[in-house]
């Protein structure tokens, strides 16, 4: 066992989408990892089972998988304060992660995006380990974007005057509660590496897609078309469907994460626009005509009127992540789209879970989340 192994993270949100890709990830590659979750996303304990399953298959072939999962609230900062004992890495993915449910209850929202992020900032600052603290922020941070100028074709939207898309000197806007609490926590982490020189980044992630993400109607949207269209279940539409989103796998996302680590000096302090960039960038009808082939069958749509919020387009420029760190989106759509069916189709029965319908049902009637 090299040590690369050795090497300890702490990811809280650990069981979610990305959380689980991250934490497989770094326990093959040797790190110890702790996971830091409160299970509260529908779906969470399937992926905290996987995980376990994953370590013990890691550890049975080749001696590495060293895995703890702690249940853990980040609004609670002794319990943080325990976890991050020793770490190196501290990822910061657990959040409240939808626009409608922070419309819903702000307060809530505030306490778990806010004061949480303001949390890992302190147990990382008194741990005495000095961790670098990766952040998953949002492209919400730029608002509504309603003054730029947008162009529309038969199937999509497109950006007139940036053709490249949003880079991080667009100003921040924070628009909804959602909006206002992470980017909270998206400046106070910048912050904290002027002030106290703690080695953090922040990455502003658009569309993030990929296996182990059980999406919903108003939060990660390319799941929820493919885990609908696999089961057959009906699929709205709202506005006229030529929304446009920069896609990126969560594989690229997750080298970016370890070239940050590789290139902390430079990282430091940074805030970086992740997504699948303008190569990547896809429409919702786009994205159903790429499914009906790709799943051999018609998918029926319905449409309603368009949600207050949603943004024709929102398209990343990814050209300072290549700089600073030389990351580049590498999955396509295409390869990417399969891998997301072929796990769907391998795990429909993860699907079959009251709480997520019923969490769906409940947040029809509010604006959606861009994410
Ligand atoms: N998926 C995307 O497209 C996307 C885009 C932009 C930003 N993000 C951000 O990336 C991060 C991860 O997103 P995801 O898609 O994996 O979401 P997810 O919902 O799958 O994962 C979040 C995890 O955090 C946990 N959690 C929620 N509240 C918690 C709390 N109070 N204490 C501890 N754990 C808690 C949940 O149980 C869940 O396992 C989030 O911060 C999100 O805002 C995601």
């Excluded at 307060?107 to 990766?134: T, W």
């Excluded at 709205?236 to 994460?257: M, N, P, S, W």
């Excluded at 429409?283 to 368009?306: G, N, Q």
Aim: charged content about 25%.
């Amino acid at each position: 066992m090299s040590k690369e192994n050795g090497k300890k993270i702490l990811i809280t949100g650990g069981c979610g989408f990305i959380g689980s890709n991250m934490a497989a990830h770094y326990l093959a590659k040797g790190w110890e990892v702790v996971t830091y979750d409160n299970y509260s996303r529908p779906g969470s304990k399937k992926n905290a089972t996987w995980l376990e399953k994953s370590a013990i298959s890691l550890q049975q072939s080749n001696g590495i998988g060293h895995l703890r999962q702690v249940r853990g609230d980040v609004r609670d900062l002794e319990s943080l304060q325990e976890a991050m004992a020793g770490v190196d890495v501290v990822a910061h993915m657990a959040a409240q992660v939808a626009v409608t449910t922070s419309v819903e209850d702000p307060m809530e929202d505030f306490l778990i995006n806010a004061l949480g992020g303001i949390n890992i900032l302190q147990a990382a600052r008194s741990c005495g380990s000095d961790p670098i603290v990766l952040y998953a922020s949002t492209n919400k941070v730029y608002g509504g974007m309603e003054h730029l100028r947008v162009g529309a074709s038969t199937l999509r939207y497109h950006f007139i005057d940036y053709p490249e898309g949003i880079d991080e000197d667009f100003p921040i806007d924070l628009h909804s509660p959602y909006g206002c609490s992470k980017g909270a926590c998206d400046l106070y982490m910048i912050d904290h590496a002027r002030i106290y020189g703690l080695r953090t980044v922040v990455f502003r992630q658009s569309c993030i897609y990929g296996p182990r993400q059980f999406g919903i109607e108003d939060q990660g949207w390319v799941a929820h078309f493919v885990i609908s269209a696999v089961l057959g279940r009906p699929l709205t539409i709202y506005g006229d469907g030529k929304q446009v989103r920069d896609v990126l796998h969560v594989r690229d996302l997750l080298e970016a994460f370890d070239l940050a680590i590789d290139n902390i000096k430079v990282c430091a302090g940074n805030a970086y626009n992740l997504g699948g960039g303008p190569g990547n960038a896809i429409s919702l009808l786009e994205l159903i005509y790429r499914l009906e082939p790709e799943l051999d069958k018609a998918i029926p749509l319905t449409f309603e009127e368009w949600r207050p919020g949603d943004q024709r387009v929102y398209i990343s420029d990814v050209r300072k992540a290549e700089r600073d760190m030389g990351w580049t989106p590498r999955t396509s759509i295409g390869t990417g789209l399969k891998d997301l069916c072929e796990w769907v189709k391998a795990n429909k029965e993860l699907f079959d879970v009251k709480g997520i319908e019923v969490k769906q049902r409940k947040m029809e009637h509010l604006q959606p989340s861009n994410v």
